[in-house]
């Protein structure tokens, strides 16, 4: 079996948002975290809930591709993934904002 997808929610930003959030928010946020640590990659790139997708329009800050997810009712994530690590960037209220 493939190992789980492992998470590294320590970027500034992404914690800054997320503490950021009213609790029913951050609730639903770490509810998908939740379902993220008990994933392969396999099911992340299947799961049509996450709707993982490719950001063409920009790249991380040494070239990695970057990727946006539903992070939740109303929030996506931007993220990248290092091996088995899905590196957590930023999250984003809206659709259109984690494109730019």
Do not use: C
Request: aromatic content about 10%; charged content about 30%; cysteine-free.
């Amino acid at each position: 079996m493939s190992p789980l997808v492992r998470l590294d929610l320590n970027n500034p930003e992404f914690q800054g948002r997320l503490f950021a959030l009213d609790s029913k928010d951050q609730r639903r946020v770490l509810t998908t975290l939740r379902k993220l640590s008990r994933m392969t990659w396999e099911q992340v790139y299947q799961d049509s809930g996450l709707n993982w997708e490719a950001i063409l329009s920009r790249s991380g800050a040494r070239g990695q591709r970057l990727y946006s997810l539903r992070m939740g009712k109303g929030f996506r994530a931007v993220a990248f993934r290092e091996q088995d690590w899905l590196r957590l960037i930023s999250l984003h209220p809206d659709h259109d904002s984690a494109y730019r």
